[in-house]
């Protein structure tokens, strides 16, 4: 783990969860609340395999109801749209939420194609368009009037008012493995959020980050550090292991069982809470838990998740 990066020093347990209608909502958020956990996070496809809801709106609707919690975005696609409109969305939801209570993780996509052709939007321009897109956002959260010249975006000066509640606005927390990625964590994000990776590859990754920001002369006074973890529980790993490579294949239309080997939270929960130790090791300080089982056992999940493995956890990180 990098020691340039002021990382936090407590470590955060939260939920990916979806709201599909109001009564899912309120459900969820009372459920996840009540187990103990401090933060939702809600995904984002504009179109993908299966169904999914627009995240700003669902994670708005949750924050009425539990505004005691933390939400945030694990990952909004940002290439898919203009960045002034999201900037004027994420700062009302900031409003509404209130200071330090949203985390804007963004990230590029591009493992569904025809999305990015749905919105008019060449995939091999995400990257790209999601720097220049972060740079516009910032400016439009702490500057009285932007104008902005860029290879993407272009746009004479206006005023974008009012300002977030969070000063500064929100944390942009970058979504990403490729070096393209870590870079742009490393100028312009306030946060990095690994996915499918192994905890070297996560301590590489902050190394990197830190050497980068040292390079550019940035200084980083907070870092976050979020890790979506697909996490299945029990008997045996080699029992969540069958559980969790049938419905990640079907998730991703692909056989997953490789991939949940390397990089899936699986087994009983001292295996599990064993694996959340080497990540947090690694420079994670929240942990996102996906629940990878048939969807009627998954709130079963995430509460032996939260009664078993998260004490265990604590327990070697106070």
């Known amino acids: 783990m990098s020691d340039s990066l002021p990382l936090a020093k407590r470590i955060r347990f939260g939920v990916m969860a979806a709201a599909p209608d109001r009564d899912h909502a309120r459900s969820t ?13 809600s ?13 700003l709106l669902q994670l708005t609707y949750m924050s009425a109801l539990r505004p005691e919690l933390t939400y945030g975005t694990s990952i909004y696609l940002l290439p898919l749209r203009h960045p002034t409109p999201v900037a004027k969305m994420v700062a009302t939801l900031d409003r509404l939420l209130g200071a330090g209570h949203f985390i804007f993780g963004i990230g590029v996509g591009g493992e569904f194609p025809p999305e990015f052709e749905a919105c008019g939007v060449p995939v091999k321009q995400r990257g790209g368009r999601a720097t220049e897109a972060i740079q516009v956002i910032k400016r439009l959260w702490t500057e009285p009037s932007v104008e902005h010249r860029g290879r993407y975006f272009s746009f004479g000066a206006v005023k974008m008012e009012p300002k977030p509640a969070t000063p500064g606005g929100p944390p942009i927390w970058v979504g990403g493995r490729a070096e393209s990625a870590l870079r742009r964590a490393a100028l312009y994000g ?30 980083i006074e907070s870092f976050g550090t979020s890790f979506h973890a697909f996490v299945t529980l029990g008997k045996s790993y080699e029992a969540a292991l069958d559980v969790a490579a049938e419905h990640l294949s079907k998730r991703y239309a692909m056989d997953f069982r490789e991939p949940a080997k390397k990089y899936a939270v699986l087994g009983t929960p001292a295996d599990v809470a064993e694996k959340i130790a080497e990540l947090i090791k690694a420079g994670i300080r929240d942990i996102g838990v996906d629940a990878i089982c048939h969807p009627r056992d998954r709130d079963a999940l995430l509460e032996q998740f939260a009664r078993e493995v998260i004490p265990l956890v604590r327990s070697q990180w106070k």
């Open 29 to 41: 958020v009372d459920a996840v609340a009540g187990w103990g956990y401090e933060v939702i996070w």
């Open 43 to 55: 995904g984002d496809h504009v179109a993908f395999t299966g169904p999914i809801s627009d995240p």
């Open 190 to 219: 306030d946060g990095w959020m690994p996915y499918v990776v192994t905890p070297k590859r996560i301590a590489d990754g902050l190394d990197f980050i830190a050497r980068e920001a040292e390079k550019a002369g940035r200084k």
